[in-house]
């Protein structure tokens, strides 16, 4: 009794089975008719090859779209820049008379300290675009948190500016770990796509990524303890080194240039 149920449920898998390898089996052969009937040079073509040649047109197109998607998102992230800076800009009070003349120095100010600061994570940004000519989903993932969280900066900036207590630090601290931390994860996603088939050049340029990143979180971590302690200096820590740092790029860049 018991092995004839067995049976009847062995046999009930096997049709189960078959009918669904003869379903995929009209699929694949209704997609083939499609895809003759929309590209008519494949009609001559062996049906064998004809698979290959759908896959060969599909990743075609995939890389077309990702490199499309490139170009599109580094447009979106130089608006997000140009809007974010633009705001600032107009939140800049036009001074009344002498008694709002300090207070229009001082919005310039905070201006000029957020404009390089974008600056500088703007022109690293684009450095590492120039390494790939495509994208993947997980750099757009990572490249929308990282402009978001560097969306705050201004804000960030100008609440340490004018009130400079040690949780505006801590807050600003943060913000900064968060920005210095998607950006790495960002050049590893651009990294793994630009070194895709080059397993010694892929791990080498990781290793030297994940020692960059740990540097620089160290160095935030350290910041945002020594500014949480001592905010009055810790501010300017913080508001100093990125604009260093856009200095020195670009000093930088100029020895290679004339090296080259």
Known sequence: MVREKNNSLEKRRMKNKSEKEAEIIKTRQEMQGEFLQNHPEFKDMDEKEIPNEMRKLGEARAHKRNKRLREHLELFNDAIIAIITT????????????????????????????????????????????????????????????????????????????????????????????????????????????????KVTGELSKKISLGRLLISLIWAVILTIFGYINPSIGRWLFITLPILSFVFMAIDNRKREEYL
Request: hydrophobic letters at 55%; zero cysteines; charged letters at 15%.
């Open 87 to 198: 705001v600032m800009l107009l939140e800049i009070p036009i001074p009344t008379g002498n008694s709002g003349y300090g207070e229009f120095l001082e919005s310039i100010g905070i201006f000029l300290v957020s404009f390089f600061l974008m600056a500088d994570f703007w022109i690293t940004h684009h450095k590492m675009y120039d390494d790939v000519d495509e994208i993947t989903d997980s750099i757009v993932v990572f490249d929308f948190i990282f402009m978001a969280i560097l969306s705050i900066i201004p804000l960030l900036t100008k609440w340490i500016m004018v009130e400079p207590t040690s949780f505006a630090v801590l807050n600003y601290g943060v913000a900064f770990i968060l920005i210095r931390l998607s950006q790495g994860f960002l050049n590893y996603a651009i990294s793994k796509e630009r070194f895709k088939g080059m």
